[in-house]
């Protein structure tokens, strides 16, 4: 399944959900927001969003600081 995460195509061998993929990244979740296909995709949604080949994803992630 190919994915275009932040402008950049990434091959992954399996379907995926969003919370998979975040998993799969090594991001944690409480510190990101997805775009899924230019629509925000509530933390609360991302196990029941599956992913499709040709998906388009903005993954931001927060940094804290002072």
């Not at 402008?7 to 090594?26: C, D």
């Amino acid at each position: 399944m190919r994915l275009t995460i932040n402008g950049e195509p990434r091959e992954f061998a399996v379907p995926l959900s969003l919370a998979e993929l975040i998993e799969q990244l090594g991001m944690k979740p409480d510190r990101v927001a997805v775009e899924l296909n230019r629509e925000i995709v509530r933390r609360d949604r991302w196990a029941d969003a599956q992913l499709n080949d040709g998906d388009r994803l903005e993954i931001v992630h927060f940094v804290g600081g002072g």
